[in-house]
């Protein structure tokens, strides 16, 4: 009976095990037909820290804008998530499919080429994925052009005419009005349908042609058909690009490919993780990194020019008349137990060292343990905000320890002092980040 017993826990366990995932990050299983719900985040710049929602340009709009609910973390990240009116079903490929047609005023295509020319970046999100770029390598005189998949977060919203592009004028930006959407799936007979494991996005810019009169917004007539583009002509990078310098009508559209994949649900990431990118300001770094080296090197070598010309007076045998005269590093005894002139001070930055400190470690502990998956978008700026008011427990503690170290007595003041005096941390970082 015991044994039996045994068996059927473990059979009902074994489901339960199965079945455990990480909040956020549970795989969804998608039917052939299924509605495929395509996102829209914010748009990005390297060159300004400065986003902006989606809609703020004049793109093509659903019926309902509807706001995706956000997290802490999103919220600080200045993720601002709607829906769009793509429409993608599981498995149902679309070739030059419309959008919509817009009619833009000049002042509507200045947006569009401020925006571009400040290297703005598109986000879409597809099944929690953020979108991956595909880029065209220009042709040269010994290869011809040829597509690079790079793993970035985004894709860039448009690009600016130059002499090498052919078909574009210096210094006019141009607008990436069509997207071919790369979805690729991968299925095992461990579950049922298939489960998404990677989205890329290719941008053309396509000044489309139609033939005839495109009918009233409020009209029931269907479009004219588009004449660059169709099921059987896809677009390709050799047709004419959509400039935005002067008022006039963008056509936008878009096509849906579905690729299978033998990239496992779990292993999803793994492309993101090795990837570059584009939001890390490597210049800034690299300046910091070679100041901080170059300073250190100065106080370093001036210690050490002090120390040995010390060091050498001490051991000189002919200055042992003047050893009872302290002098050069002998000076420092009296100091060393000495409580400094601001230990108030000095205790609270301990303190907030030991507050970073300890959030900077648990943070690290939580993502060895995969608890911080980036499927969970915002998590870790969440967890990262909830840890330093965590431990602002232990800070108050050793700046409270080490301020009656040196016999101070409003202890209870320094401790108020460490939690308040140093909130602009969390912000600070994330403005980094």
């Known amino acids: 009976a015991m044994g039996a017993s045994r068996q059927l826990l473990l059979l009902c366990a074994a489901p339960a095990a199965r079945a455990f995932y990480l909040p956020g990050v549970a795989p969804r299983e998608y039917q052939q037909g299924d509605k495929v719900e395509l996102k829209l985040n914010k ?86 994925l953020p979108a991956a770029t595909r880029v065209v390598e220009p042709a040269t005189a010994d290869s011809p052009s040829r597509i690079i998949t790079i793993y970035e977060r985004g894709f860039p919203l448009g690009f600016k005419g130059s002499p090498d592009i052919p078909g574009t004028m210096d210094g006019v930006a141009y607008v990436y ?49 588009l004449r660059t583009c169709s099921a059987s002509m896809p677009v390709s990078h050799d047709v004419s690009p959509q400039p935005v310098a002067e008022a006039g009508e963008v056509v936008w559209t878009y096509d849906v490919t579905w690729e299978y994949s033998d990239v496992k649900w779990a292993s999803r990431w793994d492309v993101y993780l090795y990837a570059t990118d584009e939001q890390i300001h490597w210049f800034s770094m690299v300046n910091s990194l070679m100041i901080v080296l170059f300073l250190s090197g100065m106080v370093a070598m001036i210690m050490t020019r002090t120390l040995r010309r010390d060091l050498n007076r001490y051991n000189d045998a002919e200055a042992k008349e ?12 009296g100091d060393v137990f000495r409580p400094p002139a601001n230990f108030g001070l000095l205790a609270v930055y301990v303190g907030t060292g030991a507050q970073v400190f300890g959030m900077t470690f648990v943070t690290m502990i939580f993502a060895l343990l995969g608890m911080l998956s980036p499927a969970n978008r915002g998590g870790l700026m969440t967890a990262m905000l909830l840890l330093f008011v965590f431990m602002g427990i232990p800070a108050g503690y050793v700046a409270a320890r080490l ?31």
């Open 177 to 225: 009005n069509h997207h071919r959407l790369v979805l690729k799936y991968h299925t095992d007979a461990g579950f049922e349908g298939a489960r998404i494991v990677g989205f890329e996005v290719e941008p053309f810019s396509v000044k489309h042609a139609y033939a005839g009169v495109w009918p009233a917004a409020d009209a029931t007539a269907k479009p004219p058909a």
């Open 322 to 333: 003047d050893a009872a005269e302290e002098s050069g590093w002998k000076l420092c005894h």
């Open 403 to 433: 301020y009656k170290s040196f016999r101070g007595t409003n202890w209870k003041g320094n401790t108020l002092k460490t939690g308040v005096s140093h909130t602009y941390i969390p912000t600070h970082t994330h403005t980094h980040t």
């Open 43 to 128: 748009l990005a710049s390297t060159k300004t820290q400065l986003p902006y929602e989606w809609y703020t340009l004049p793109f093509c709009r659903p019926l309902k804008i509807e706001h995706v609910a956000e997290n802490l973390g999103e919220v600080l990240r200045g993720d601002r998530i709607l829906n769009s009116p793509y429409e993608i079903a599981m498995h149902s490929e679309d070739k030059c499919k419309l959008l919509c047609r817009m009619s833009y005023s000049k002042e509507d295509m200045a947006q569009f080429a401020h925006r571009i020319s400040e290297d703005y970046r598109v986000n879409w999100i597809v099944d929690n």
